[in-house]
């Protein structure tokens, strides 16, 4: 029963998912106050990250193709009710396990979110711009990242009830999303197999599986950057560039998160192929910029130089996802991008557990260091693998 034409489904998918990664971001300007007035420790802070990671990748993986059978609208109902329940755990954090907590239903959230909304996204495509539909995919998330981040930043900066007001805010606004849910069309008809579907299958259809490995390289190299600016965005704001102000700790978390969506404008523009090679160029360029700049301790030039790294993010990351998702049947989109954010979310939370384990003995330079490693690796992947691939068909053509 697909209604590609319904805008309003395609504005309420839209929203919602902002929505549900907006409140994800709301907690990360508060680590500051967690950590000065509570006494969480860095470790705390990146278990918080991982605890993340993990709720998304569980529900991705176990309930992702559950849109599939009980329709778009009552799992993404679903999913911002949780969001909402997650935030009402963050009124009270003076210890790490409401925190803890708190961040694993935002990840079952957001993993639901991924596909049951991202879905219901590309189900409604073809009522807006071609090019808007990839955008939403590939920078929605790191969208509402960045106004949750932002918005987080000046309420606790400025605002009274630091802890609470955000939270407040949120849950008003996830109520106002559910509603447009619920007055959104229904793009899929109800099936049975929702039990047999909460096995993991991670199968991919043929085009998709063709382009998953150079894919997936992107994923991890462009999602762990993220993570580590997730859990250390404040650490790094207030040690290595010299600001205590929760505002600026949300600018550094939100200066790569907010011009992903500039870089999935350009990628629209160009062969997905095309958009993931140069992307990824441009996001290795711009990653050891940014440790130039993190090392000088200059906050402006920073914040600079992360925008610049959030466009080549969205650049490469539109364009994988492109490759992955273009000609897909209907049925095959949920499970698709479920594997695509399973594997987003599983490459930004095991660098993250390991850079919060690295952060008991090395400086946070000495950490984001090996993120730059991580990028001229997968740099080097993207590039060599296909030159590899003809040349083995060469030889096997002589």
């Given at each position: 029963?697909?209604?590609?034409?319904?805008?309003?489904?395609?504005?309420?998918?839209?929203?919602?998912?902002?929505?549900?990664?907006?409140?994800?971001?709301?907690?990360?300007?508060?680590?500051?106050?967690?950590?000065?007035?509570?006494?969480?420790?860095?470790?705390?802070?990146?278990?918080?990250?991982?605890?993340?990671?993990?709720?998304?990748v569980?529900?991705?993986?176990?309930?992702?193709?559950?849109?599939?059978?009980?329709?778009?609208?009552?799992?993404?109902?679903l999913?911002?009710?949780?969001?909402?329940?997650a935030?009402?755990?963050?009124?009270?954090?003076?210890?790490?396990?409401?925190?803890?907590?708190?961040?694993?239903?935002?990840g079952?959230?957001?993993?639901?979110?991924?596909?049951?909304?991202?879905?219901?996204?590309?189900?409604?495509?073809s009522?807006?711009?071609?090019?808007?539909?990839?955008?939403?995919?590939?920078?929605?998330?790191?969208?509402?990242?960045?106004?949750?981040?932002?918005?987080?930043?000046?309420?606790?900066?400025?605002?009274?009830?630091?802890?609470?007001?955000?939270?407040?805010?949120?849950?008003?606004?996830?109520?106002?999303?559910?509603?447009?849910i619920?007055?959104?069309?229904?793009?899929?008809?109800?099936?049975?197999?929702?039990?047999?579907?909460?096995?993991?299958?991670?199968?991919?259809?043929?085009?998709?599986?063709?382009?998953?490995?150079?894919?997936?390289?992107?994923?991890?190299?462009?999602?762990?950057?993220?993570?580590?600016?997730?859990?250390?965005?404040?650490?790094?704001?207030?040690e290595?560039?010299?600001?205590?102000?929760?505002l600026?700790?949300?600018?550094?978390?939100?200066?790569?998160?907010?011009?992903g969506?500039?870089?999935?404008?350009?990628?629209?523009?160009?062969?997905?192929?095309?958009?993931?090679?140069?992307?990824m160029?441009?996001?290795?360029?711009?990653?050891?910029?940014?440790?130039?700049?993190?090392?000088?301790?200059?906050?402006?030039?920073?914040?600079?130089?992360?925008?610049?790294?959030?466009?080549?993010?969205?650049?490469?990351?539109?364009?994988?996802?492109?490759?992955?998702?273009?000609?897909l049947?209907?049925?095959?989109?949920?499970?698709?991008?479920?594997?695509?954010?399973?594997?987003?979310?599983?490459?930004?939370?095991?660098?993250?557990?390991?850079?919060?384990?690295?952060?008991?003995?090395?400086?946070?330079?000495?950490?984001?260091?090996?993120?730059?490693?991580?990028?001229?690796?997968?740099?080097?992947?993207?590039?060599?693998?296909?030159?590899?691939?003809?040349?083995?068909?060469?030889?096997?053509?002589?």
């Amino acid at each position: 029963m697909e209604n590609s034409g319904n805008r309003l489904s395609f504005i309420a998918a839209t929203a919602s998912l902002l929505m549900v990664y907006l409140a994800s971001a709301a907690p990360i300007p508060l680590y500051g106050i967690y950590r000065a007035e509570d006494a969480l420790s860095y470790t705390d802070l990146s278990l918080s990250s991982v605890f993340y990671f993990a709720g998304a990748v569980s529900a991705l993986v176990i309930f992702g193709r559950l849109s599939n059978h009980f329709g778009r609208r009552p799992v993404a109902l679903l999913s911002v009710a949780m969001t909402a329940l997650a935030c009402l755990l963050f009124f009270n954090v003076h210890s790490a396990t409401p925190l803890l907590a708190g961040r694993l239903l935002q990840g079952l959230s957001c993993g639901l979110a991924s596909t049951a909304l991202a879905s219901w996204v590309v189900d409604c495509a073809s009522s807006v711009p071609a090019w808007l539909s990839p955008a939403v995919l590939s920078t929605g998330p790191m969208t509402g990242l960045t106004i949750g981040g932002i918005g987080s930043g000046f309420l606790v900066e400025y605002a009274p009830l630091p802890r609470q007001l955000i939270f407040m805010i949120v849950i008003a606004l996830l109520a106002l999303c559910a509603l447009l849910i619920i007055k959104g069309t229904e793009t899929i008809d109800a099936k049975p197999g929702a039990l047999g579907s909460l096995k993991p299958d991670l199968k991919l259809p043929a085009t998709a599986r063709r382009a998953f490995p150079l894919a997936a390289v992107t994923f991890v190299c462009t999602w762990s950057l993220g993570g580590f600016f997730q859990a250390f965005g404040p650490a790094m704001a207030r040690e290595q560039l010299h600001s205590a102000s929760a505002l600026a700790a949300a600018l550094v978390f939100a200066s790569i998160m907010a011009p992903g969506a500039i870089g999935a404008s350009l990628a629209g523009r160009t062969h997905a192929v095309k958009a993931q090679r140069l992307g990824m160029l441009s996001f290795t360029v711009a990653v050891m910029a940014l440790l130039w700049t993190l090392d000088m301790g200059n906050l402006t030039a920073f914040l600079i130089v992360s925008v610049i790294t959030g466009i080549a993010q969205g650049t490469v990351l539109a364009g994988s996802i492109q490759t992955m998702v273009s000609d897909l049947d209907i049925t095959e989109r949920a499970g698709v991008l479920s594997v695509i954010y399973a594997t987003s979310y599983t490459g930004a939370a095991i660098p993250t557990l390991l850079a919060g384990k690295m952060s008991e003995h090395f400086s946070l330079l000495s950490v984001a260091s090996g993120y730059g490693v991580l990028a001229l690796a997968g740099c080097a992947i993207v590039f060599i693998t296909p030159l590899f691939s003809r040349n083995h068909t060469t030889n096997e053509t002589c």
